[in-house]
């Protein structure tokens, strides 16, 4: 996170990076408190060279072993549902098994860039 | 291939994914655990619902659709969003149109309101939910039948009324979002009743200080250039100082009995044998212990009457003076 911070999260003609990155601290957080997270992969215009990011994409790459609980308790559901999320941190989300078919359609799916066929996106992915 | 082929390309193979990761997960996930799956599933459809808005608009069909509605509503604020709307506010806002649409057809066929419109009108102007689209709250609706004059000459009288009273709505509803021309609504409907009424229609469609709404906008094929008729508080004033208008004041002297006082409200009613409407009399501090005083006696006020255009039958008087007539 250090290293998203020194990259992404400096001031430019506003603060809004630096909220955003406040933001994903706070989700990162919970998402680490709830053990199922394993890894995200961010994407969106904060990680791109933009002066004022809109927002912030996330790909939630999940535990396999979520799939055997029988249901989700509140923690984990509020940091994996698209609708919390977005209410709370206003990030848009995906939520993937790791190593799993979703993660690589997904993946292939984050890296078209938009009115661009052909040109692929890198994204940053952080492992918890 | 054009810029344009090669942009519906890419998102039709975008979306070919996005149904593969549903197809995945379905096939994985929602037999083991649906909660999970229901989780998962939230991103990739509303990312599809996305993509679908964005290839209607590039193939022409956005527009198409634009036409199948003789009017689209779409509301505006916070917390208003797809799949999370109340379902409240949703059905109140129907009402609100058909009702509106309903009175103005009542004013058009019958000169007034009723309390209860024949069944052929309410029929007539029971508006057809034709399109509920995603992504933002935007209601399609239209005449039963989509029915219009110029297309269906037989219509019956109440369908005639009621396509005549959308026609109307609308037109107000488009000059109270304009900034100009404070005359064409005096011009356009020149009876005061009737135009109460079409302006007390728009207004209840207009959001309030209080509303979660901040705009609706309107509209589609019947809207007066196809729109967008946005209304926001702003245009909820203008409609109060348009109705403001319809009130008259002038100064005026009343003999009667002074009836129904109420002394925190500081109101009384004054009744015959001069006057045959009733006087509804609001009175300041200082006339507290005569007005009591008055009480089931004859009396003579004077004041500032506001006389709504509309009712006969009711004066309402600021009095400013208070005499208990000898005799």
């Given at each position: 996170m250090g290293e998203i911070k020194e990259r992404f999260a400096r001031f430019r003609n506003s603060d809004r990076r630096v909220r955003l990155y406040r933001q994903l601290v706070e989700y990162v957080a919970k998402a680490w408190d709830t053990s199922a997270v394993k890894a995200l992969i961010i994407d969106g215009s904060f990680v791109t060279n933009k002066a004022e990011p809109g927002d912030i994409d996330l790909i939630v790459i999940v535990s396999a072993a979520l799939l055997e609980e029988q249901s989700l308790s509140p923690h984990v559901y509020n940091v994996l549902s698209k609708r919390q999320v977005k209410k709370k941190f206003d990030f848009d989300l995906f939520v993937v098994r790791d190593g799993s078919e979703?993660?690589?359609?997904?993946?292939e799916f984050f890296s078209q860039v938009r009115g661009k066929p052909g040109v692929r996106k890198g994204l940053l992915r952080v492992d918890l | 291939m054009s810029q344009d082929n090669s942009d519906l390309q890419q998102m039709v193979e975008q979306l070919t994914r996005l149904y593969e990761v549903l197809l995945v997960l379905g096939r994985d996930i929602a037999p083991k655990n649906?909660?999970?799956?229901?989780v998962m599933a939230e991103g990739p459809v509303d990312q599809i619902e996305d993509l679908r808005r964005q290839i209607d608009e590039t193939v022409g069909l956005a527009s198409l659709q634009e036409l199948r509605a003789d009017v689209w509503l779409a509301i505006e604020g916070d917390g208003i969003e797809a799949q999370s709307t109340p379902s409240s506010l949703l059905a109140s806002y129907l009402d609100i149109v058909r009702k509106g649409v309903q009175s103005i057809a009542e004013i058009n066929l019958q000169g007034s309101l009723s309390t209860r419109p024949t069944r052929d009108l309410q029929e007539a102007c029971d508006l057809q939910l034709v399109a509920l689209q995603a992504g933002s709250v935007r209601l399609g609706l239209r005449l039963p039948d989509g029915f219009e004059e110029r297309e269906h000459p037989d219509l019956t009288e109440s369908q005639r009324a009621a396509s005549g009273a959308l026609e109307e709505y609308l037109e107000v509803a488009s000059w109270a979002a304009?900034?100009?021309?404070?005359?064409?609504l005096s011009e356009r409907f020149t009876?005061?009743?009737k135009r109460k009424v079409l302006l007390g229609a728009i207004k209840s469609l207009t959001p309030g200080k209080r509303s979660c709404v901040n705009s609706v906008t309107l509209s589609g094929r019947r809207v007066p250039g196809l729109g967008p008729v946005i209304l926001t508080r702003g245009t909820k004033r203008r409609l109060d100082r348009a109705l403001d208008l319809l009130v008259e004041t002038t100064h005026a002297t009343y003999k009667g009995v002074l009836r129904e006082i109420d002394l925190d409200r500081r109101t009384f009613l004054i009744r015959g044998p001069e006057t045959k409407a009733v006087v509804r009399c609001s009175f300041p501090q200082t006339l507290s212990d005569r007005a009591k005083e008055a009480?089931?006696?004859?009396?003579v006020v004077t004041g500032t009457v506001r006389r709504d255009k509309r009712r006969r039958d009711t004066v309402d008087l600021e009095v400013q003076d208070l005499a208990i007539a000898q005799g």
């Open positions: 979703e993660l690589q359609k997904d993946v | 649906p909660s999970l799956y229901a304009r900034a100009d021309d404070e005359q064409w009876e005061p009743a009480l089931d006696r004859l009396v």
